[in-house]
């Protein structure tokens, strides 16, 4: 390109009058100069035809510098970064040939009035120059025709380079955040995607005054395949210097290095890099827990909130390493969250439904195997050390209703039970006899100190861990057990369910559920509902106590909630137990969700459960790393557009 002019005043009009000039001047027969452009903001330049820039910076990174004559109009870069323009005689103009490159540009047309045959469709009036108008034509990244005109002037930008890979990487950058925004936005408002939501009241459509955000067996993990901190950190470094200095051959102490080398490579460093990523996989898998609560607590507002054991992977742990697991499940997975008092847990505590807050941040624990073990391994100790960081595990707490509507003039307001028991030691031989005998002397006094089995304003909540005992086939998990051997004690090593017995013994001992006609409430027994873990696919039965002409031959059977029929048969008791799935990863990060409330129309307390699943652990690692990668892609970028903008 040629300079025509340099001037402090300059301005895109005083450069087209220089234009004009120049080609006036010219000799008959000469090209004329149908390409212009400005540059460092005072320079005008012109070329026969059109150039192509020779620098890869591209639009606002190239052209940044105004024009000293009028401040709003852009006048180039440096070094050959021009804002260009032509004149083109053509019936049609198509932008993305003119420009020669694929890059997106913009296309200004100016009109003059005097030749000015039809109007230009443009979207954005630009500015004024020589009595004509600028005007931006949006093509929205398709190839569009400008209307035919008998003269225009065309402007392009000319600070693309035709084979600058730039623009394709803005624009997947650009994809990329979109993504990222669009993935993090779900991840944490993953409820609202999945339309998870309490029940709510059928009568009302109202918001349930009791709702229970139930979760299962976190079973948080611990460090146990981490290396000794007590160990060297390379022990095959360790055996070469003391080999070494054991007197030996040349020959000898080759082989010894080779040997400790080898062991360093094939042993040590794998070892260490399995202990960070041990380290890495515990944390991530205590925050997407965490996620879970969090997002739940903060979208879905329950009242309460209950884990139903297996709050830790182990009940083997030193104490100082279930300590280590304790403050992790209150720093990291329910960081917020609070330990019921022993206070509240003390005898039995009332309290109006709804009026203290703090139950919404209380978590209500309930002991699982891996927590204190099974009958054969539970001992005092586990008991205590479980107590101390987690809260009691047996108890009781009732909340009343305090509302305005009729109840039949009731002398007590309707009261809603949680019972929270410790049913790993309800079944023989257990190792610690105390204990059993603890805990069952604690199911007498839930039965003593229940209203009248009459009364059917009152609903039972059981959270506990193990579930009651169900025929093979209904669930995941069968009736199992396993014992240990004589000289290990011979008590319950291993469990699914309950046994028969210890089921129906919480059935007709808490519940009241005898079948007996002739008995209080002809044998129907409570209002409730049974909350248990253990079983980490889940599972939701009914269990019910079919007639049978024979009172000694009726026995206690479960059948699944969906497909019971028994259910709607109000003659015979029942009973309504789910097995909440669990949270982990592995399960689709699930948590279950109770309604409960009282229904003036039946004067009895109401229960309906659904779910919330988040998905399996490997989509939130995905979207944490994925938009990392994004924060330090559109990092880089923002760091390099900034060391153009200053000509570094």
């Not at 120049?22 to 026969?48: D, H, M, P």
């Not at 034509?137 to 569009?144: L, P, V």
């Not at 509902?529 to 889940?538: F, K």
Request: aromatic residues 10%; contains cysteine.
């Amino acid at each position: 390109m040629v300079q025509l002019l340099a001037d402090d005043g300059m301005n895109l009009d005083l450069c087209i009058s220089a234009v004009s000039s120049a080609n006036a001047k010219l000799k008959a027969g000469a090209s004329t100069y149908a390409v212009f452009g400005l540059e460092y903001g005072r320079e005008c330049w012109a070329a026969t035809s059109l150039v192509q820039s020779q620098t890869s910076l591209i639009g606002n990174r190239a052209c940044t510098l105004s024009c000293k004559g009028a401040s709003d109009m852009s006048c180039g870069g440096r070094a050959h970064q021009y804002d260009g323009y032509g004149q083109r005689g053509t019936d049609e103009l198509d932008p993305w040939s003119l420009s020669g490159v694929t890059c997106e540009f913009e296309v200004w047309v100016f009109e003059s009035r005097s030749f000015m045959s039809s109007p230009v469709k443009a979207v954005e009036s630009k500015f004024r120059v020589n009595g004509g108008v600028w005007w931006k034509a949006e093509s929205g990244g398709r190839r569009a025709k400008i209307p035919r005109l008998i003269f225009y002037t065309v402007a392009v930008s000319l600070c693309y380079h035709q084979h600058s890979m730039i623009p394709n990487l803005q624009r997947a950058l650009l994809v990329l955040i979109i993504f990222s925004i669009g993935s993090i936005v779900y991840l944490y408002n993953y409820s609202t995607f999945h339309r998870c939501a309490f029940p709510l009241q059928a009568d009302t459509h109202d918001l349930a005054p009791f709702r229970l955000l139930a979760l299962g067996d976190p079973q948080l993990e611990g460090d146990s395949s981490l290396p000794n901190p007590d160990d060297a950190l390379f022990p095959s470094i360790v055996n070469l210097w003391r080999d070494l200095a054991e007197p030996a051959s040349i020959v000898q102490q080759l082989q010894v290095t080779r040997q400790s080398l080898a062991n360093l490579f094939a042993s040590d460093l794998p070892r260490i890099l399995q202990s960070y990523r041990k380290r890495l996989d515990l944390l991530g898998n205590d925050y997407y827990l965490a996620h879970i609560y969090r997002t739940l607590h903060r979208k879905l507002d329950p009242t309460h909130v209950t884990v139903l054991g297996d709050l830790l992977g182990s009940q083997w742990i030193s104490d100082e390493e279930f300590e280590s697991r304790g403050w992790r499940y209150w720093q990291r997975t329910f960081q917020d969250g609070l330990r019921v008092d022993d206070e509240i847990s003390s005898g039995i505590q009332f309290g109006n439904l709804g009026q203290d807050d703090t139950w919404k941040r209380r978590i209500i624990n309930v002991a699982g195997n891996h927590d204190v073990g099974y009958a054969g391994d539970m001992n005092n100790q586990r008991i205590q050390r479980f107590e101390k960081i987690f809260g009691r595990t047996n108890w009781e707490t009732r909340f009343r209703l305090g509302r305005d509507s009729d109840t039949n003039n009731t002398a007590d307001p309707p009261e809603l039970r949680i019972i929270v028991l410790n049913s790993l030691n309800l079944d023989t031989p257990a190792i610690d006899q105390d204990l059993q005998r603890d805990t069952y002397g604690f199911i007498n006094n839930v039965i003593v100190a229940s209203r009248s089995v009459e009364d059917e304003t009152t609903g039972t909540i059981l959270l506990t861990h193990l579930p009651l005992h169900k025929e093979e086939g209904i669930c995941v998990d069968s009736p199992f057990f396993d014992f240990y051997n004589e000289d290990e004690g011979s008590g319950v090593k291993e469990q699914n369910h309950l046994s028969y017995n210890a089921g129906k013994g919480i059935l007709e001992g808490i519940y009241g559920m005898s079948g007996n006609p002739q008995a209080p409430h002809e044998g129907l027994g409570r209002n409730g509902i049974i909350l248990t873990g253990h079983d980490h696919e889940g599972c939701d039965v009914y269990h019910h106590l079919p007639y049978h002409p024979d009172p000694d031959s009726r026995a206690w059977s479960a059948e699944r909630w969906a497909i019971s029929t028994s259910r709607l048969n109000k003659t015979i008791p029942g009973i309504r137990e789910i097995t909440v799935r669990s949270m982990m990863g592995e399960f689709g990060g699930n948590a279950g969700l109770l309604s409960a409330w009282f229904d003036d129309h039946s004067q009895r307390w109401r229960f309906e459960y659904s779910t919330c699943s988040l998905g399996v652990q490997h989509v939130w690692w995905a979207i944490h790393v994925f938009d990392l990668v994004t924060i330090g892609l559109a990092s880089l970028a923002a760091l390099g557009n900034f060391y153009n903008a200053v000509g570094v």
